[in-house]
T-cell receptor
Framework: NAGVTQTPKFQVLKTGQSMTLQCAQD?????MYWYRQDPGMGLRLIYY???????DKGEVPNGYNVSRLNKREFSLRLESAAPSQTSVYFC???????????????FGEGSRLTVL | AQTVTQSQPEMSVQEAETVTLSCTYD???????LFWYKQPPSRQMILVIR??????QNATENRFSVNFQKAAKSFSLKISDSQLGDAAMYFC??????????????FGTGTLLAVQP
């Protein structure tokens, strides 16, 4: 069982270039998330998708766009990369239970992005 | 707004000894979850333990246990009989229970645990 799969694992970009991080989960989860992790700042939520067809902004959405392609896939796009977007990006998924019960997050292995 | 604070950037423990990692949080909610996640050098985020705020009993998972003090808004993690494989970054996280169809976690800044042989 693969769980949450992110690609690519590593990427180096030049300022102004664009790229898309791909994420897929095989656990039939409704909700998916993109976080970024920076030294000394923990993980911060960029965007999330509570269910197929919906997306919402998290704490730090500026400079990013997302697409919930289907129930399995949730992509994160940087349209014009900036050095401030150098970070490790994590995709996660969870089940949604009405009433907020359970819903453990399952994380991918992370994608290290460097913007020069 | 909810916040999570981990005041110990780094900790060290001898193998087979016990260590406690601290976490405090701020919230006006009464129903919520608290979590400890482990991130080894592989970067994978692994759920260690979870505590429901409405439960008075502290959660325990094998060598990992928590000391949950709701009034003090404190949620510490105790690792007993520390092993070399416990070396990792540990994150405390908070989530409200009734937040709608979301599972947004608020993370602390992490504590890097070293285990000395």
């Amino acid at each position: 069982n693969a769980g949450v799969t992110q690609t690519p694992k590593f990427q180096v970009l030049k300022t102004g270039q664009s790229m898309t991080l791909q994420c897929a989960q095989d656990m039939n989860h409704n909700s998916m998330y993109w976080y970024r992790q920076d030294p000394g700042m923990g993980l911060r939520l960029i965007y999330y998708s509570a269910s197929e067809g919906t997306t919402d902004k998290g704490e730090v959405p500026n400079g990013y766009n997302v697409s919930r392609l289907n129930k399995r896939e949730f992509s994160l796009r940087l349209e014009s990369a900036a050095p401030s977007q150098t970070s490790v990006y994590f995709c996660a998924s969870s089940e949604y239970y009405r009433g907020g019960i359970d819903g453990e997050l399952f994380f991918g292995e992370g994608s290290r992005l460097t913007v020069l | 707004a909810q916040t999570v604070t981990q005041s110990q950037p780094e900790m060290s423990v001898q193998e087979a000894e016990t260590v406690t990692l601290s976490c405090t949080y701020d919230t006006s909610e009464s129903d919520y979850y608290l979590f400890w996640y482990k991130q080894p050098p592989s970067r994978q985020m692994i759920l260690v333990i979870r505590q429901e705020a409405y439960k008075q009993q502290n959660a325990t998972e094998n060598r990992f246990s928590v000391n949950f003090q709701k009034a003090a808004k404190s949620f510490s993690l105790k690792i007993s009989d520390s092993q070399l494989g416990d070396a990792a970054m540990y994150f405390c996280a908070y989530r409200i229970i009734y937040g709608g169809a979301t599972n947004k976690l608020i993370f602390g800044t992490g504590t890097l645990l070293a285990v000395q042989p």
